[in-house]
């Protein structure tokens, strides 16, 4: 799926201007405060909890409904004063239409999570292919015949349009009009946390958005939002598959805590092992990516994307360090250990936003770096991994990729030629690291370190057992 909305994503940006997309930026906050709403938790909520009864997928999913009806109208009351505040008349119109995807959406939410619930993530798979593809085909034609901002709002729509078509038949649930106000209490109960913690990140995180839209130019925005889309690329790929997986897995295991903090602990090493070297590459080698994919039209990209690569490569790990205490039902210290990290973000961004979009993104690195010690220190606490003994297990991958790092930047002092230096770069890169993972034993290390963990676990088991029992 990310690898067609990547190939689209390059047709699109060749045919529009950054400032078609930075039309769609400005109003990335709202979509995201609104679906965090229309949502409640109430997903998650049925993700976490075991046994979910069919009057439990149902009154989430008239909730969900009911929601997005409300949000709607709201939006479409607010849209002259969204169009105001960035100083842009036609997004009175973007919002209105773009806003009924909050509609269409909400059906989905319930489907989605059922299918969540069941690992089944081959019918996600096919679904989100199939709707991914067909509706990228028709927001290229839409560009191709110059409908400009709109053929990214015709995609966008036309995606929700055939996912609601694929879920019910995947899923072979049909909602009903059953509702059941205790459910909801239960439901909501975990979820309400989780909104709130919801609509303080999606806020956190598109202040550089709102800020670089309101006083800087669209194609700025636009510069910034393709960039940042770049780089998410991979990181929301991993972040996305990880965060599916891991959630429901964890909570399936919440009851097996060794278990449960064995897989942990795996998802974290195998992450920090594939993306650090594809993020690290991507920021060496940005100027020949952006030149040969989108042009030297999106030159100012190239700065914006190194930065954002170096930031996001923490993105998936912060996020499997969060993943686990919402997966034990714990999303309450989820929401405190978000709501920490404000001053900080804030801080940086007050010192960075007078200064220009490039210091915006340097500030980016900045604040995840740091969050990722912040978000790994409750999991460190409550199961006895938290940020140094995670970055104590990945030594090896850390000194594997400083010779990468040193080898592909003397490939870009010696070749000048932009494909030479994204392929060879890339690929004796790519070799060097795996050499050197393979010279350095990384997998092997961490595989004695997992089994000596669980032979010492047991050794440990075994010799309380014997004192207890005599």
């Given at each position: 799926m990310?690898g067609?909305?990547?190939?689209?994503?390059?047709i699109?940006?060749?045919l529009?201007?950054?400032s078609?997309?930075?039309?769609i930026?400005?109003?990335?906050?709202?979509?995201?405060?609104?679906?965090?709403?229309i949502?409640?938790?109430?997903?998650?909520a049925?993700i976490?909890?075991?046994?979910?009864?069919?009057?439990?997928?149902?009154t989430?999913?008239?909730?969900n409904?009911?929601?997005?009806?409300?949000i709607?109208?709201?939006l479409f009351?607010?849209?002259?004063?969204?169009?105001?505040?960035y100083?842009?008349?036609i997004?009175?119109?973007?919002?209105?239409?773009?806003?009924?995807?909050f509609?269409?959406g909400?059906?989905?939410?319930?489907?989605r999570?059922?299918?969540?619930?069941?690992?089944?993530?081959?019918s996600l798979a096919?679904?989100?292919?199939?709707?991914?593809?067909?509706?990228?085909?028709?927001?290229?034609?839409?560009?191709?015949?110059?409908y400009?901002?709109?053929?990214?709002?015709?995609?966008?729509?036309c995606?929700?349009?055939?996912?609601m078509?694929l879920?019910?038949?995947?899923?072979?649930?049909?909602?009903?009009?059953?509702?059941?106000?205790?459910?909801f209490n239960?439901?909501?109960?975990?979820g309400?946390k989780?909104?709130?913690t919801?609509?303080y990140?999606?806020?956190?995180?598109?202040?550089?958005?709102?800020?670089?839209?309101?006083?800087?130019?669209?194609?700025?925005?636009?510069?910034?939002?393709?960039?940042s889309?770049?780089s998410?690329?991979?990181?929301?790929?991993?972040?996305?598959?990880?965060g599916?997986?891991?959630f429901?897995?964890?909570?399936?295991?919440?009851?097996?805590?060794?278990?449960?903090?064995s897989?942990?602990?795996?998802?974290?090493?195998?992450?920090?092992?594939?993306?650090?070297?594809?993020?690290?590459l991507c920021?060496?080698?940005a100027?020949?990516i952006?030149?040969i994919?989108?042009?030297?039209?999106w030159l100012?990209?190239?700065?914006l994307?190194?930065?954002?690569?170096l930031a996001?490569m923490?993105t998936?790990?912060?996020?499997?360090?969060?993943?686990i205490?919402?997966?034990?039902?714990?999303?309450?210290?989820?929401m405190?250990?978000?709501?920490?990290?404000?001053?900080?973000i804030?801080?940086?961004?007050?010192?960075?936003i007078p200064l220009?979009?490039?210091?915006?993104?340097?500030?980016?690195?900045?604040i995840?770096?740091?969050c990722?010690?912040?978000?790994?220190?409750?999991?460190?606490?409550?199961?006895?991994?938290?940020?140094?003994?995670?970055i104590?297990?990945?030594r090896?991958?850390?000194?594997?990729?400083?010779i990468?790092?040193?080898?592909?930047?003397l490939?870009l002092?010696?070749?000048?030629?932009?494909?030479?230096?994204?392929?060879?770069g890339?690929?004796?890169g790519?070799?060097?690291?795996l050499?050197?993972?393979?010279?350095?034993?990384v997998i092997?290390d961490?595989?004695?370190?997992?089994?000596?963990?669980?032979?010492?676990?047991?050794?440990?088991?075994?010799?309380?057992?014997?004192?207890i029992?005599?």
């Amino acid at each position: 799926m990310r690898g067609a909305s990547f190939v689209i994503g390059i047709i699109l940006a060749r045919l529009l201007s950054p400032s078609d997309f930075g039309l769609i930026g400005m109003l990335a906050v709202f979509i995201s405060i609104s679906n965090v709403f229309i949502e409640g938790g109430l997903a998650k909520a049925l993700i976490q909890r075991q046994n979910c009864q069919n009057i439990d997928y149902s009154t989430a999913f008239l909730s969900n409904v009911g929601m997005s009806l409300i949000i709607y109208a709201l939006l479409f009351v607010t849209a002259p004063w969204i169009a105001d505040f960035y100083h842009e008349p036609i997004l009175i119109d973007l919002t209105r239409v773009l806003a009924l995807n909050f509609v269409l959406g909400a059906f989905n939410i319930v489907q989605r999570a059922r299918l969540m619930s069941n690992v089944d993530f081959k019918s996600l798979a096919q679904i989100n292919v199939i709707s991914t593809v067909i509706s990228g085909i028709i927001g290229v034609s839409m560009a191709y015949l110059g409908y400009g901002v709109w053929s990214l709002v015709g995609q966008t729509i036309c995606s929700t349009i055939i996912l609601m078509v694929l879920f019910p038949i995947y899923s072979k649930w049909r909602p009903s009009v059953k509702f059941s106000r205790e459910s909801f209490n239960h439901l909501f109960g975990f979820g309400s946390k989780l909104m709130i913690t919801g609509f303080y990140s999606v806020v956190i995180n598109n202040i550089s958005t709102i800020c670089i839209g309101r006083y800087y130019r669209s194609g700025q925005l636009g510069y910034y939002t393709r960039a940042s889309q770049f780089s998410e690329i991979i990181s929301s790929t991993v972040n996305d598959v990880l965060g599916t997986v891991t959630f429901p897995v964890l909570s399936n295991l919440q009851n097996e805590q060794e278990h449960m903090v064995s897989v942990y602990r795996k998802s974290l090493f195998f992450t920090a092992f594939v993306m650090f070297p594809i993020m690290i590459l991507c920021a060496l080698l940005a100027k020949p990516i952006i030149l040969i994919l989108l042009t030297d039209k999106w030159l100012p990209c190239v700065v914006l994307m190194q930065w954002l690569c170096l930031a996001r490569m923490f993105t998936p790990l912060s996020a499997i360090n969060m993943n686990i205490l919402n997966a034990v039902g714990r999303s309450d210290l989820f929401m405190k250990l978000d709501f920490s990290k404000a001053p900080l973000i804030l801080a940086t961004l007050a010192v960075t936003i007078p200064l220009g979009v490039e210091a915006i993104t340097i500030g980016s690195f900045f604040i995840s770096f740091t969050c990722f010690f912040i978000n790994a220190y409750l999991p460190g606490r409550l199961f006895g991994y938290g940020a140094w003994e995670q970055i104590k297990d990945w030594r090896y991958i850390f000194l594997s990729l400083a010779i990468m790092t040193a080898s592909v930047m003397l490939i870009l002092q010696f070749v000048s030629n932009i494909w030479a230096q994204l392929f060879v770069g890339g690929i004796v890169g790519g070799v060097i690291y795996l050499g050197c993972c393979f010279l350095f034993k990384v997998i092997d290390d961490d595989m004695l370190k997992m089994l000596k963990i669980k032979n010492d676990d047991r050794r440990t088991s075994d010799i309380t057992t014997t004192k207890i029992f005599g």
